[in-house]
């Protein structure tokens, strides 16, 4: 059972005197950022979803190779950096800090390989005619809802890869202790998870049927 001690003597949670909502200011933070933020991504894939039902002209803008076939890339690359990020913040928990290091770095690794791959989706999407107002499939909405939810994600995943560059050169340096590494991992995991909505409600649920044109 978990005690706490008081003046030598061993006592209970369970004895009163301890906050069980007990935590760090910095994670608290962090937490009602991504409640936030987590509000701001479900109204603008609401707002998407009520305008693909709604449309009778929803393009279907995406074959399956080559772009199914790279945002499923994208999305293990993504969800690889998610499981290497747990290892980094098991490894600063137990204060082993090269390893921890080294786990961090490769979580960048796999936000930056992400980053790449949406960046040149984009500009294949736009050499096919995709704009903000405009496509030459269907409703011109489609090119604002997608620009704006997988844009804002993406400067979600830049964000964090700058944060965890940061965070790894100052907890090597000693600035920083091991739990901001675990503070940014929440915000690396939250970044993930939206990935895991935007990509099936996005891309999955608007293939091109097979040998056709958009």
Same mark, same amino acid.
């Given at each position: 059972?978990?005690?706490?001690?008081?003046?030598?003597?061993?006592?209970?949670?369970?004895?009163?005197?301890?906050?069980?909502?007990?935590?760090?200011?910095?994670?608290?933070?962090?937490?009602?950022?991504?409640?936030?933020?987590?509000?701001?991504?479900?109204?603008?894939?609401?707002?998407?979803?009520?305008?693909?039902?709604?449309?009778?002209?929803?393009?279907? %803008? =995406?074959?399956?190779?080559?772009?199914?076939?790279?945002? #499923?890339?994208?999305?293990?690359? +993504?969800? $690889?950096? &998610?499981?290497?990020?747990?290892?980094?913040?098991?490894?600063?928990?137990?204060?082993?800090?090269?390893?921890?290091?080294?786990?961090?770095?490769?979580?960048?690794?796999?936000?930056? %390989? =992400?980053?790449?791959?949406?960046?040149?989706?984009?500009? #294949?999407?736009?050499?096919?005619? +995709?704009? $903000?107002? &405009?496509?030459?499939?269907?409703?011109?909405?489609?090119?604002?809802?997608?620009?704006?939810?997988?844009g804002l994600h993406m400067l979600h995943v830049t964000i964090g890869v700058v944060a965890l560059i940061v965070i790894s050169l100052g907890y090597k340096s000693g600035k920083y202790p091991a739990d901001y590494v675990e503070? $940014?991992?929440?915000?690396?995991?939250?970044?993930?998870?939206?990935?895991?909505?935007?990509?099936?409600?996005?891309?999955?649920?608007?293939?091109?049927?097979?040998?056709?044109?958009?």
């Open positions: 059972m978990s005690t706490i001690e008081a003046d030598g003597v061993g006592t209970s949670v369970w004895d009163g005197g301890v906050s069980p909502f007990g935590i760090p200011s910095k994670k608290l933070s962090m937490w009602l950022f991504i409640i936030s933020d987590a509000l701001t991504f479900t109204a603008l894939l609401m707002a998407y979803s009520y305008l693909r039902v709604s449309s009778k002209d929803w393009p279907m %803008a =995406f074959h399956f190779y080559p772009s199914i076939v790279v945002s #499923t890339v994208m999305t293990l690359f +993504l969800l $690889t950096s &998610s499981i290497t990020m747990v290892f980094a913040v098991s490894a600063a928990q137990q204060g082993r800090m090269a390893a921890s290091f080294k786990w961090i770095w490769a979580t960048v690794g796999g936000g930056v %390989a =992400f980053l790449l791959l949406h960046a040149n989706e984009w500009r #294949t999407l736009i050499d096919e005619g +995709l704009r $903000t107002n &405009s496509n030459p499939w269907g409703n011109p909405l489609f090119g604002a809802t997608f620009f704006t939810i997988t503070i $940014t991992g929440l915000y690396w995991h939250f970044v993930d998870l939206v990935w895991m909505f935007v990509f099936p409600l996005i891309y999955l649920l608007s293939v091109a049927p097979s040998g056709a044109a958009h």
